[in-house]
């Protein structure tokens, strides 16, 4: 149990899908934070919330719509994707987000597969 | 250009050998973190650090500040040590490095 949890672990979708991935955290933070692992990359962060705002977007495409109801649930909505978008998508979370010197907490992550 | 440097890329070692997994950044930074990926995905924060030295049972890890370089060492590795080894720096992240342990 990381305490950060992701569904689905994995998700096949198709280019003209929308679909949302989900990460909660139960640890008290309040930061949480979207991650992109795609094949033979460097980890990239995505977008970073703190306290239930948006603190950071790295020029990400629109096609990825981020939304924190809450310091404890972070969506990713996802729309019109294209096949570079597979990849594994890592949600984190920390007790403070903007200085990135809280140490971070992983969810297992969810493998997405654009067809 | 990723502004983290990692080396080795890969790493392959026996059972019981010290690991030395380094990482050079070229901006100032907030912290640095160690992370440890298996396969399968999970990540786990294996250290965060400002400055100095921090240990955590077989595992160390070091900063230079003013050389902007950190080392993470395993002392007696052991299989279950395999993992990707990935060194943070705010926003920037490492390639990784793959170490085996072989028994």
């Known amino acids: 149990e990381t305490g950060v949890t992701q569904t689905p672990r994995h998700l096949v979708m198709g280019m003209t899908n929308k679909k949302s991935l989900k990460c909660e955290q139960h640890?008290?933070?309040?930061?949480m934070y979207w991650y992109k692992q795609s094949a033979k990359k460097p980890l990239e962060l995505m977008f970073v919330y703190s306290l239930e705002e948006r603190v950071e977007n790295n020029s990400v495409p629109s096609r990825f719509s981020p939304e924190c109801p809450n310091s404890s649930h972070l969506f990713l909505h996802l729309h019109t994707l294209q096949p570079e978008d597979s990849a594994l998508y890592l949600c984190a979370s920390s007790q403070e987000g903007q200085k990135f010197n809280s140490p971070l907490h992983f969810g297992n992550g969810t493998r997405l597969t654009v067809t | 250009k990723n502004e983290v440097e990692q080396s080795p890329q890969n790493l392959t070692a026996q059972e019981g050998e010290f690991i030395t997994i380094n990482c050079s950044y070229s901006v100032g930074i907030s912290a640095l973190h160690w992370l440890q990926q298996h396969p399968g995905g999970g990540i786990v924060s294996l250290f965060m650090l400002s400055s100095g030295k921090k240990k955590h049972g077989r595992l160390i890890a070091t900063i230079n500040i003013q050389e902007k370089h950190s080392s993470l060492h395993i002392t007696a590795s052991h299989p279950r040590d395999s993992a990707v080894y990935i060194c943070m720096n705010d926003m920037r992240f490492g390639a990784g490095t793959r170490l085996t342990v072989k028994p």
């Open positions: 640890l008290g933070h309040n930061a």
